[in-house]
């Protein structure tokens, strides 16, 4: 284990590269520990869904631990929309994207799955 600080050192690069990667309206915050969501607002299912693989191969490639170049960082990603005109809670939104999450993480990690 690499300990806390390269922990917090990665998701650091992560957030950063999340922030330069998406538009001035996209939302970041961090969630828990090592999750965060991304609000991307006025986007379809298929939109958030090209957006997390970018991200997820970005991070992939990306060499964030220079002091061992062996280790490879990579994400789980769980995306979630509602249908357009639909207007539903932020919790609503939230399980759905925590479910798809759960079944990238169950399917091998390192992938993007969507809700439904």
Known sequence: DLGHSAGDYVLEQISGDIKSSNRVVD???RYGGDEFFIILPQTEQGGA???AER???LV???QLIKSHPERRVTLS???AAFPAGHVGKASE???RADAALYR???NGKNQVQAYG
């Open 55 to 57: 991200l997820r191969a």
């Open 49 to 51: 869904f090209t957006v």
């Open 77 to 79: 990603i769980g995306v």
């Open 60 to 62: 992939q490639e990306s």
């Open 104 to 106: 990238a993480k169950q």
């Open 27 to 29: 939302i970041l915050v």
């Open 93 to 95: 939104l939230l399980q």
